[in-house]
């Protein structure tokens, strides 16, 4: 009988759903640039011709309709070409990691300890510490449960071929990429320090997989790559950013108007906060919100939500942070300049400090990638965060691959796998940022990391039994391992998808706005 890691993994045959959503709504969107270029080599055509047979009526081309026509096909064609030009700009936008070897080695021990025992974060230290002066792992047994989950966890980076495929120049050419996100050379090109590491790291990994990876590589298991791998970017009109800025442009006037917010920037930050009245930090006010969207069309997805959450608090300041890079903002200055870890960790502090919010701490409510600066900042500044808020996160449980494989290399099946990848994943802005600045050590969140994590009045994690892009079950039970209890810290929804806790009119949203409006007093 074959184990979980060597089962093969299930191909989905491209649904009904699929072709329906790429006739009905892809295709035509994709279609209308080569179509604006047929429409001007067409006009201009007919514009510098003198004669034509009788059958051919040319005078459809003074027509108003026809030259309104031309001039959004003349918009649509230079768009083109100015999509084109910032595509070769991404693709050539690569960036080395700047890297900690000791913080990576210690980063590596705290992933293979992950799955081993159920602890709380006072034991897993001591064990992280016995674990630094042995230097290496006890090597599982190969037919231990615990060596063969991770086994089936860790081969997802290896196009989910049987474990049993996976060679040593693979998992090596992994874990190169995954330290030094650079392709790797071969072992006899490191210098001693960087191959001593390396194997270190190898051996590591052995122990936990519970055997030898064997000698040689396997064409069918190439890993996946992010930063190294081809970046995949579909192109798509001019109109739809348009909308798609127009959308934000309504919904930020809209705030002004109907809940007094106003914008502003702190550097290169740009923001909408809206603030009650006479509210003033203190130990017993309520703590501020901060919000950190996910990928898509910034703010606009989550306008419903927004307007929810305004009415729910109040009584206290809520702060909504633009990521132009991430929110399909083409127009934007920053749109292909997303802010790296250092970056957004101190312009954000520096931005809480100057609103005066640092001293007694802020609630962060983070959607899905806005959960990576939300770990960013519980990693940096812990003391700022009063209250942590994830909902679809996507920093746990990093190492095992699901959420690069679904959200990149997963190739879309149905009607939502493709307009995700389509309208959100292929994305020039949104492709950069993924696909060319991927860290999973930085976007590695442990739990042990968390302030108060274990009580659910200050850490509440909401997930999606039907979530197609974080492996839901999987954190959870990762969470469960270090002590969360389900129905408390975690709110379970065994059948919600990605995004519907905060962006539909759920049970699950009523109960995130009511968990953000409880008023807990600040812990010095």
Same mark, same amino acid.
């Given at each position: ?29 994709? #279609? ?30 003074? @027509? ?50 992950? +799955? ?77 320090? @960087? ?36 970046? #995949? ?31 502003? #920037? ?5 923001? $909408? ?20 969207? +996910? ?10 939500? $927004?307007?929810?959450?305004?009415? /729910? ?41 100057? =609103? ?56 879309? @099946?149905?009607?939502?796998? =493709? ?9 020039? +802005? ?34 999606? +039994? ?6 839901? /079950?999987?954190?959870?039970?990762? =969470? ?5 209890? !389900? ?5 379970? !929804? ?21 968990? =953000?409006?409880?008023?807990?007093? @600040?812990?010095?």
């Amino acid at each position: 009988m074959l184990t979980q890691d060597e089962v093969p993994r299930p191909t989905h045959p491209r649904s009904l759903s699929f072709y329906v959503a790429f006739v009905c709504i892809v295709l035509p969107l994709y #279609s209308l640039a080569p179509l604006a270029w047929l429409y001007v080599a067409a006009f201009t055509a007919a514009a510098f011709t003198t004669t034509s047979p009788q059958w051919i009526d040319l005078s459809w081309t003074s @027509h108003f309709l026809a030259r309104v026509a031309l001039v959004y096909a003349c918009i649509e064609v230079v768009f083109s070409l100015y999509h084109f030009y910032i595509f070769h700009l991404v693709t050539n936008s690569f960036l080395p990691l700047i890297v900690d070897i000791h913080v990576l080695r210690r980063c590596l021990i705290r992933v293979l300890q992950a +799955g081993l025992v159920q602890t709380t974060p006072e034991t897993l230290e001591q064990e992280m510490d016995k674990f630094e002066k042995q230097s290496i792992f006890e090597a599982l047994p190969f037919d231990d449960p615990r060596a063969v989950d991770f086994r089936n966890c860790l081969r997802t980076w290896f196009r989910g071929v049987p474990f049993s495929e996976i060679r040593r120049a693979d998992v090596y050419a992994w874990l190169y990429w995954a330290t030094y996100g650079l392709p790797f050379p071969g072992l006899k090109a490191l210098d001693e320090v @960087h191959r001593a590491a390396l194997q270190d790291a190898m051996q590591l990994l052995e122990y936990r997989v519970g055997c030898e990876i064997p000698e040689g590589s396997n064409p069918d298991a190439r890993p996946y790559l992010l930063r190294l791998d081809p970046i #995949s970017v579909w192109a798509r009109p001019f109109v739809l950013y348009a909308l798609v800025g127009l959308g934000n442009l309504w919904l930020r006037r809209h705030l002004a108007r109907a809940y007094s917010a106003r914008e502003g #920037s702190f550097g290169d930050m740009e923001y $909408i906060i809206s603030a009650p009245e006479g509210w003033n930090p203190s130990p017993s006010s309520p703590a501020p919100i901060v919000f950190l969207h +996910g990928l898509g069309v910034g703010p606009l997805q989550y306008a419903s939500t $927004i307007k929810d959450l305004l009415r /729910a608090v109040p009584d206290r300041p809520v702060l909504i942070i633009r990521q132009p890079s991430i929110s399909q903002d083409i127009f934007h200055r920053n749109h292909l300049r997303p802010m790296d870890k250092q970056d957004m960790v101190n312009t954000l502090h520096g931005l809480l400090e100057s =609103l005066g919010w640092t001293e007694h701490g802020v609630t962060i409510l983070s959607h899905s990638n806005g959960s990576i600066p939300h770990a960013w900042m519980v990693k940096e500044h812990p003391q700022v965060i009063r209250r942590s808020c994830f909902v679809d996160p996507v920093v746990f449980t990093t190492w095992e691959g699901d959420v690069c494989h679904n959200f990149v290399y997963r190739p879309p @099946h149905d009607a939502i796998t =493709l307009l995700m990848r389509y309208f959100v994943g292929c994305e020039v +802005g949104i492709a950069q940022t993924i696909q060319c600045r991927f860290n999973w050590a930085e976007n590695t969140l442990f739990f042990e990391d968390i302030p108060q994590g274990h009580d659910p009045r200050f850490a509440r994690f909401y997930l999606g +039994g039907m979530d197609s892009i974080v492996a839901s /079950a999987r954190v959870k039970r990762y =969470l469960m391992d270090h002590g969360v209890q !389900d129905g408390e810290g975690i709110m379970w !929804d065994a059948t919600g998808r990605h995004g519907e806790a905060i962006l539909t009119n759920s049970k699950q949203i009523e109960e995130v706005l009511a968990w =953000l409006a409880a008023d807990v007093p @600040h812990k010095a």
